[in-house]
Structures are given as structure tokens and as C-alpha cells.
């Protein structure tokens, strides 16, 4: 049994009184002092980790005021707060040991959309890619493009300045910040852009912290202008951090903006921005260019720019081959052709956008005659490939967006870890300097990965180290001090896109006798430096910068992890807090109980840091998770009834277990498996919840819902016969058995029994049941027409006309269907963490298979959640291999040429596929066979962006779940249902058909019975 965790690192008093006094004064968000939230929130995409004393959530710019208020008056003038946005800061910008205000939960509002004039005006916590889904109808979009697009809030790229792909055109975050309004720490709104000289002089007398802003900003421009021109480098990724080069702008205007863009919550809260957007260029394509070496393709980059492309990217052999082991590959491969032999080293990705077709050819044409004319010369390319079009060329720039959570999906515990990662030098500089940044990673015995903007001098570059050894920590010192002294030598920055965060320390060098009018900067604002502190500048020559090797880092409190423990529940613990499961986009299968919550701890990154701190704390004393998980094998739950009972008690009246806060985060996935395929690092919540709850109710009582969905599969077959199928349907009718079993069971909605038999179906169809013996007895013909059908309990038993119908489909197709008699596929058990019930489950369907397979012929099932377990969970709790069950599409695409004998059979028609979320990330190579059996069938299929019904499995008939199920439907199936022709939309996923008809009444058909339904009467 597990223990209980009472000992975890409480609050400081004195910031739960804060607390307390921040709820009387009339804070309307939520203010979180417990464990969990604090220790989600304290990682972001660094290597390091600070908890913070409390996270807030503020709703609007009045929360943010009482805050700042409070924190002013003389007895909260020690009280440290931090602003936070995305979180997907690479060196700490938003950690801290005070307050986390994280302003991305409620202040997501876009305000105002004015296309005639090219502005919007949203709040701090919008998403970048959030305001260009609401910006296109318009035609017009936020241009600095980020790897981190789909979960990088506007106040977060604000207090960075951040820029990525395009910069040399569309510049960095500040070129398009035309108003702030910030919150200072006098609880004052100051609102700032450019002003007059009469403007400014009517601000500098204004009262309190804005008058003194002005007062010492404009000081600093007059007394330190031309230090100030002779100290910066004039490179295209400018200053991040108080950017003394911009206080005035081209026009010769002051303007307090460019203090602020890049300030990384140190000056104050940026709740609303007025942004400059532009026209979407009408087309676009993408000319990829192959390297044999990656020194080539650095070297080769300043020729291609005198084609005067938008933007040239580049990435290395090992984020390309990262790549291909990844679903994104199944998206691109056609545009990455290799010549027998080839050797790609480097690759080159040269953005053209036009307005007109004409424009845009000719400016490719610029580009393919130079390359045609050099391609096999030493120094040049070997070949290049175009991809034409806003489709292609937006699923290109995902594989490289996604290129940074690639490089943390090594296999071993060295991982490519961010801390010397955004260097940025003339970009005719980049060649040399990076051989010589090469050279030192060389010496160090590192591995490592490259990709960047080529085209702005800036390449992320991330060795592979182990956090938890501490020589290799010490190799981040090492390494950093000499890349500093590299940028140096060729003219460039440390920091040229991620900010500066505690990488702080090197500031003074870099700014020289400047450094002190930043720490002026820093007082005007923060008079007692309780705004970030540590970071870009303090408030006093005493008081230190933060130094990058006196931070903690994830990796210092990971070797506290008992090895038992970090093996045990591996599929947490690499998760680098790249933050790829914060996806804004409601029509993305990642992560559904995230979108439905907007709580962090309801998301891969958060579940994953709530078990490592888990498994950390019990190894303080003195436990690892396997030896726990092989004790709470041998025990029999009914003998040990009565402690967890007990603990259960105690629990419901307060007693408190840090296992209780992260149950509370457990409980709410809906485990439909989207994190283990999108996630780049492919963590995989449901297999370590099931770990975690297989040994949280070893110490506490189930909850009655989970012996009856976790003992469905079992009894289904007797409860589906008459009478019991008449007596179970009327019952779930009852109102008072309705009431029984939605508050005291936990169950909602459950689906009837259907009213056929599959028998019955089959021997309407003369499908007989599958036996190993009969099967190997087929001739060769027969064999290789024939399909083993394996049922499941929600297609067999709740949806059989659906079964029937795929059934029947097959058979009008030419194949021999035999059915393999139903057994429990035991899915729910694992789900539950019955893990002890599910493994032995798994043995048997194992040897199942293995007689049946042997005949030669494909097994083949019908759900996608159901089938692909035989793949998935099966294989990570059974030695040997598991014979291939496929997917309906899988096993169809390989029979193409038998269906295209069947085209002239149908009538033609348009679909619409609305997929399941598993299948979609986990299977992610099938979604494209649905497209391949239609048009062998002479049909069209057109696979529908939508996110997760909300159902997954029984997750939407919980009690507990039925609000956010409904709210995760409404993000995108609803809007599907309500404009698209129904007749048209099929589902794979029995859970995405009952919840369709479950929230709107609507019937959708499976592909296969759309197919039946256009076979021509013989």
C-alpha cells in the first residue's frame, strides 16, 4: 500500500496571508496556494524548476489592479509576482519562488477586429494562432510566425519580442505593437505607443509611477544616445530586454513600447495590446533544397537569399530523421525525395509568397534556375523538390515547427536540452561561427541538433545531456561560457530570440556601462523589485542577477527519483515542457481535457510533472513505484477491505495526501492516447495514470462506477440475451434506478443493449464463426479473400446494425468474413488501472490471436480505440509479440485492386470523415487509406479538422465528466453537425456516434455502411 504524503513544501505564511487579503480586497479569479498547481507551473521549457508559494488567475485588467495595489502597500512589498503566458520560455522567464499570474486562462479575449485600418486589439492570455484563426475571414494575420504558434500567448511574445520564420521580412514582435496597456505595480493602467515630444513632457509631470517611467527612460535617451548607438550590433533580431537602441523609433518618436516588448514580465502586466496585422499573401510554395553536409547548406543560405525568397529555414540530418520516425512525416514525406544513394546532411526550406500565381512562379523560377545551374558542384546543392500551395507548404513548416519537441524523443537519458539555444550573428557570420560552436560541442563529447532562420544569422542549437548527473550540468557552464565568448568574436548576441530568463548573469558584460541605466529602468518601474526579480536588470547594484548555475534545475530534484520508480513510470518522465499539448486549435485531437478546462494540470505536461513529484516525494520515503506495483499484484482487494475504508474516511473529512491532488488531475483524462502520438516526446498519460491508479486504490476505495464498467465486457454477453436484455434496458429507463446510478454510482446516459443479435445477423448472412482449425483448413484462394472480423462489447452489443452493415459491406466486396467469437478486450480495465485484471486478460486474447493468425488470414477490428490496444497497451504489459489486428481502412488499403473491380458496382458520392482521436494519433498513416478505398471504390472522401466528441470510451457517461464532455463537443463537433450536411458525415469511432446522438439527436453512419448503402442493386 502506498503511503500517505503529508510532508510536501508548504506555503510561507506570510504569502497565504497575501492570499487571503488579495480574496477580501476583491480578486475575482482563482488563487491556487495547493500543491498541484504549484508544481505544474513550476517548469516551463527550460532546463529548470522553481516552485512557486501560489498560482493566480486572473479574469481581467481589475484582478491584475487589486493585485498590484496590494502589493504596493508597505506590509506586501516583499511579495514576489511573476506574469505568465504560454509557459514555453526555454530559459525560466516565467518561474518564480513568489506568485505565477497566469493571465492565459481568462484574459484570452480579442477584443476588437478593425480590417479596414489593420489592427486588432486582444488581451494579454490570446494565442498567436488563436488571433489568426479570428483574423482570417478578414484575410489578415499576426506575422511574426513562432515554432510555439499554437500555444504562444500575446503577452508572452510582447514580453520576449519574439520572432522565428520570416523575421528578415516581417521583423520581430515589437514591429507590430502599436498600443499597451499595462498594469503597473501602483495598480495604474499606462497606456503606452508613440507620443510627441509636447506628449511626452505632459507625461513626465504625470503623478506617480508614470511620471517617473518617463522621467528616466527619456533621461537615458538624452544623457546616453550615442553609447547607445556605438555598443549595439545592427542585426535583424535587434535587443530583447529594454531595448535602449528603440526608445525612439525611425519616425523619431518616443516610444515606451520598445522598453517594454522584451521586458519578460519584469516591468509590469501587459494586459491588452493594439496589434498591426497584414494581408495573408494569396499563394505561397516551398522550395526544399538537399545538402550533402550541413555546413553546405549554412554556407550556400546567403546565395539563396539573392533570390529574394520570403524566408529560408534550415534543418540538420538528425531533426530530419527525428522527423521521419513522427506522425507529421506521414503529412510530408512526398516533398523530401532522395535519389538512390543520396546523402542528406542539410536542408534548406525557401518560402516564397506572392499575391498573383504569375508573382510567385517567377519568383521560384529565380531561385530553381540558380540551383539547376550549381546543383552537384562542390558547395551546392544535390537536388531540390517544390511544394506548391498554402496546404503543402503549411504542413512542411509543421514538421519544422515541430522540429524542437522532435529533438527531446532521443531513446536514452541524454536528451537535447535548451540553454545555448538562440545565438544570433550576421547572418554572413553564421557558416564560421557555427563550425566553431560545432567544435566546442565536439569537445565536449556532445550530441546535438540544428535548425533555424538561416536567413537571420539565428540557428537553435540543443546538446543532448543528462540533467540528472551533475558533471554533466556542469558541462552547461562550460559550454555557455564559451559560446558567449564566440557571439562576441563574430559580432552577434547570446540571446537573439528566447530572451534572456536566467540566463541574466551575462547582462552587465554585454551592456557594459550601460547596465546601470537598465537598473534604473527596472526601479522606475518596480520600485522594490518584486516583479520577476533576477532577471534582465535589479534595482540595486546589490541585489545579484540570477546566474545559470545557481538555479535549480529539473534535473537536481529527477536523481532524488528512485531508478525503480523512473523506469517504472517512464512514459512521464521525459516530458521537456515543450508545451506541445497547450494546442489552442479546438479542431486538433491534443489534448481534449485541456481544451475543456483550461486547467494546466488537466494536460499531458501537467500530469506528467505531478508524477514525477509524486514518485519523487514517496521516494523520500523511502518507496519506488515497481516494488509497490508488484505488492499490489499479490494482494486480494477484498481482504484488505477494511484499511482502505479507512483511508477513504479519513480522506473524504480532510486528511491530507498529495496522492489525493494528483488523483484529482488523473481522473479528469479522458485517455483517448492523443498525447502518446502527438506529443513529440510521446508521453503517454494513460499508461502511467493507469500505474498510478492501479496503486492509488490500493490504499483507497473504488468508486462503484469502475467495477461496473471495468466488469461490463464480462457480463455483456449474458445480459444481451432475453430476457435479461429486456429487464437492463427497462431498468436504465427507471427513474429511480436513473437516480441511483448518476449519484451514487457515477454513471450517466448508459447506453441500451441493442435489440438484434449479431448471431442472428450472421446466419442471415452465412458468416460463420472463426475456429483456428477450419481456418487452416482453407484452400490458398479462400485464404486470401477471407477476414477474420474481432468484436468488441460497444460495436457487438450496443451498435450491431452498424456491425451488421460492415459485415454485409465486406461480403458485397468479394471477401469471405468469418467472426471471431467475442471475448473482452479488457481496454476498460486498463483505463480504470484494474492493471492486475487487464494483463491477465491481454494473455489470453494474446493466444487467441496467435492460433487464429497463424492461418495466414488478417485479423481485423472494427472499433479504432478498441483495436489499436492490441497494439498499444497489450504491448507494454505482455512479453512477446501480439499477432497484427488492423484497422478496417488497413486492411481494405491493401486490397485496393479487389475494390477497384467493384467501382463500375456503386453509385458515386461525397464523404466527409469526422475521425477518432486515437486512430488520428496514433494511427495517424490509416487516415489516408480512407481516402485511398474511396476513390478505388469511385468515391470521395474528405477527411473533416475535428477535435475530441468528448465521449472516449465511457468517459462522457461518468457523472463527474458530463460538463466538460459537453464543453470539449461543443469546441468543434457541434459547429460540424450544425453546417454539414449529415447525410454526408461518417465516424469511424463508436464513442464519436453515440455522443453525436447523445448532444444533438443525430444518427452518422460508419464509412463502410456509406459504402454498402452506393452498391447498385444487383
Not at 557570420?429 to 563529447?445: K, S
Not at 509497490?628 to 477491505?641: G, K, N, S, Y
Request: charged share 25%; net charge neutral.
Amino acid at each position: 500500500m502506498i503511503p500517505r504524503l503529508a510532508e510536501v513544501t508548504p506555503v510561507q505564511r506570510h504569502y497565504l496571508a497575501f492570499i487571503d487579503a488579495l480574496n477580501a480586497a476583491g480578486f475575482e479569479g482563482e488563487l491556487n496556494p495547493d500543491y498541484a498547481n504549484r508544481t505544474v507551473l513550476a517548469t516551463d521549457n527550460s532546463i529548470y524548476q522553481v516552485l512557486p508559494q501560489a498560482v493566480i488567475y486572473p479574469r481581467h485588467a481589475a484582478d491584475l489592479q487589486r493585485l498590484t495595489r496590494l502589493t504596493a502597500q508597505s506590509d506586501w512589498q516583499d511579495i514576489v509576482i511573476s506574469p505568465r503566458g504560454g509557459g514555453t520560455g526555454t530559459n525560466g522567464q516565467s518561474l518564480t519562488d513568489g506568485i505565477v499570474v497566469d493571465l492565459s486562462r481568462h484574459m484570452n479575449r480579442i477584443l476588437e477586429i478593425n480590417a479596414e485600418e489593420g489592427w486588432a486589439r486582444v488581451e494579454g492570455g490570446v494565442v498567436k494562432d488563436q488571433l489568426n484563426a479570428a483574423l482570417k475571414p478578414h484575410g489578415l494575420f499576426f506575422a511574426p510566425e513562432l515554432s510555439t504558434s499554437n500555444r504562444a500567448t500575446i503577452g508572452g511574445m510582447i514580453n520576449t519580442d519574439a520572432s522565428g520564420q520570416g523575421s528578415v521580412l516581417y521583423g520581430k514582435t515589437r514591429d507590430h505593437v502599436l498600443e499597451l496597456n499595462t498594469v503597473l505595480l501602483d495598480g495604474e493602467l499606462l497606456s503606452s505607443g508613440p507620443v510627441s515630444d509636447v506628449d511626452l513632457d505632459h507625461l513626465k509631470r504625470s503623478p506617480g509611477l508614470t511620471g517617473a517611467i518617463h522621467r528616466t527612460v527619456d533621461d537615458i535617451y538624452e544623457r546616453r544616445r550615442e553609447d547607445i548607438e556605438a555598443r549595439f550590433p545592427p542585426l535583424n533580431r535587434c535587443l530583447t530586454g529594454y531595448d535602449l537602441a528603440h526608445i525612439r523609433d525611425d519616425d523619431g518618436r518616443f516610444n515606451l513600447n520598445n522598453i517594454l516588448c522584451g521586458s519578460e514580465g519584469t516591468l509590469g502586466f501587459i494586459a491588452e495590446a493594439k496589434l498591426n496585422v497584414l494581408r495573408i499573401p494569396k499563394t505561397s510554395a516551398l522550395v526544399n533544397v538537399r545538402y550533402d553536409s550541413f555546413e553546405t547548406s549554412l554556407r550556400d543560405a546567403q546565395t539563396l537569399m539573392e533570390a529574394e525568397p520570403t524566408s529560408i529555414e534550415t534543418v540538420d540530418s538528425r531533426v530530419l530523421g527525428l522527423a521521419k520516425g513522427d506522425i507529421v512525416w506521414n503529412s510530408v514525406s512526398e516533398y523530401f525525395p532522395t535519389a538512390e544513394g543520396e546523402v542528406v546532411e542539410g536542408i534548406n526550406l525557401v518560402e516564397y509568397t506572392a499575391d498573383t500565381e504569375e508573382d510567385l512562379r517567377a519568383g521560384v523560377k529565380r531561385l530553381t534556375d540558380r540551383l539547376d545551374a550549381v546543383a552537384g558542384q562542390p558547395g551546392k546543392c544535390n537536388g531540390y523538390s517544390v511544394a506548391w500551395g498554402d496546404r503543402a507548404v503549411k504542413q512542411i513548416w509543421g514538421m519544422r515547427k515541430k522540429a524542437v519537441g522532435l529533438l527531446g524523443n532521443a531513446q536514452d537519458e541524454a536528451r537535447p536540452v535548451p540553454f545555448v539555444e538562440d545565438t544570433a550573428v550576421p547572418p554572413e557570420n553564421l557558416a564560421d561561427f557555427i563550425m566553431d560552436f560545432r567544435a566546442v560541442l565536439d569537445r565536449e563529447g556532445l550530441t546535438y541538433g540544428m535548425f533555424g532562420h538561416v536567413d537571420a544569422g539565428v540557428l537553435h542549437v540543443r546538446p543532448a545531456l543528462d540533467m540528472k548527473d551533475p558533471e554533466q550540468i556542469r558541462t552547461v557552464r562550460r559550454v555557455t561560457d564559451e559560446v558567449v565568448k564566440l557571439t562576441q568574436h563574430y559580432g552577434g548576441l547570446l540571446w537573439g530570440e528566447h530572451g534572456k530568463g536566467v540566463r541574466s548573469e551575462f547582462a552587465p558584460e554585454f551592456f557594459g556601462d550601460l547596465y546601470p541605466e537598465l537598473q534604473a529602468i527596472k526601479k522606475a518601474f518596480d520600485p522594490h523589485n518584486q516583479l520577476n526579480p533576477g532577471k534582465i536588470a535589479t534595482t540595486e547594484p546589490s541585489i545579484p542577477l540570477l546566474a545559470i548555475d545557481a538555479v535549480k534545475t529539473r534535473g537536481d530534484y529527477d536523481r532524488t527519483i528512485p531508478v525503480d520508480s523512473w523506469q517504472h513510470q517512464s512514459e512521464g518522465m521525459y516530458c521537456n515542457g515543450n508545451g506541445a499539448c497547450f494546442n489552442y486549435d479546438p479542431f486538433d485531437a491534443m489534448c481534449p481535457s485541456w481544451k475543456g478546462t483550461r486547467e494546466r494540470k488537466h494536460s499531458p505536461k501537467g500530469r506528467a510533472s505531478l508524477m514525477r513529484e509524486w514518485i519523487r516525494v514517496l521516494g523520500e520515503q523511502g518507496h519506488d513505484t515497481r516494488t509497490l506495483a508488484q505488492a499490489e499484484q499479490r494482494r486480494v482487494p477484498v481482504l484488505h477491505w477494511f484499511p482502505r475504508a479507512w483511508n477513504t474516511w479519513r480522506r473524504e473529512r480532510g486528511q491530507y495526501d498529495f496522492s489525493n491532488e494528483v488523483y484529482e488531475s488523473m481522473a479528469g483524462c479522458l485517455a483517448c492516447k492523443s498525447c502518446s502520438g502527438s506529443c513529440p516526446i510521446k508521453v503517454d498519460v494513460p499508461e502511467f495514470r493507469a500505474k498510478f491508479l492501479h496503486l492509488y486504490y490500493g490504499r483507497y476505495l473504488r468508486p462503484l462506477k469502475d467495477y461496473f464498467i471495468g466488469l461490463l465486457e464480462f457480463i455483456i454477453p449474458v445480459l444481451a440475451r432475453r430476457p435479461f436484455k429486456w429487464v437492463y434496458n427497462a431498468l436504465l429507463g427507471f427513474k429511480p434506478i436513473e437516480a441511483f446510478l448518476r449519484r451514487i454510482a457515477g454513471m450517466v446516459d448508459s447506453p441500451r443493449i441493442h435489440r438484434r443479435q449479431l448471431s442472428a445477423i450472421m446466419r442471415q448472412r452465412n458468416i460463420e464463426w472463426a475456429d483456428a482449425n477450419m481456418l487452416q483448413g482453407l484452400r490458398e484462394a479462400e485464404r486470401k479473400r477471407s477476414v477474420v472480423i474481432v468484436q468488441d462489447a460497444f460495436t457487438s452489443f450496443f451498435d450491431t446494425d452498424t456491425v451488421g452493415d460492415i459485415l454485409a459491406c465486406l461480403q458485397e466486396l468479394g471477401f469471405r468474413v468469418w467472426v471471431m467469437p467475442y471475448r473482452a478486450n479488457g481496454k476498460p480495465l486498463h483505463v480504470h488501472g484494474f492493471l492486475k485484471s487487464f494483463t491477465w486478460v491481454a494473455r489470453r486474447r494474446q493466444k487467441d490471436f496467435a492460433a487464429l493468425a497463424a492461418s495466414g488470414i488478417h485479423l481485423v477490428g472494427i472499433d479504432p480505440s478498441m483495436t489499436l490496444a492490441y497494439r498499444g497497451e497489450y504491448k507494454k504489459h505482455l512479453d512477446g509479440d501480439v499477432a497484427p489486428v488492423l484497422l478496417l481502412q488497413e486492411f481494405l488499403a491493401l486490397h485496393k485492386d479487389r475494390l477497384a473491380d467493384h467501382k463500375t458496382a456503386l453509385a458515386g458520392g461525397d464523404v466527409r470523415l469526422l475521425g477518432h482521436c486515437t486512430e488520428k494519433t496514433n494511427a495517424a498513416a490509416s487516415m489516408k487509406d480512407w481516402e485511398t478505398i474511396f476513390e478505388a471504390l469511385g468515391l470521395s472522401l474528405t477527411q473533416e479538422a475535428v477535435g475530441c466528441c468528448g465521449m472516449a470510451g465511457t468517459y462522457g457517461h461518468e457523472t463527474r465528466n458530463v460538463q466538460t464532455s459537453a464543453t470539449i463537443y461543443d469546441l468543434s463537433w457541434r459547429e460540424k453537425i450544425d453546417t454539414l450536411p449529415v447525410e454526408q458525415l461518417v465516424a469511424t469511432g463508436y464513442s464519436c456516434r453515440s455522443q453525436v446522438k447523445r448532444m444533438q439527436g443525430v444518427e452518422l453512419k460508419h464509412p463502410l455502411q456509406y459504402v454498402l448503402e452506393r452498391i447498385k442493386p444487383a
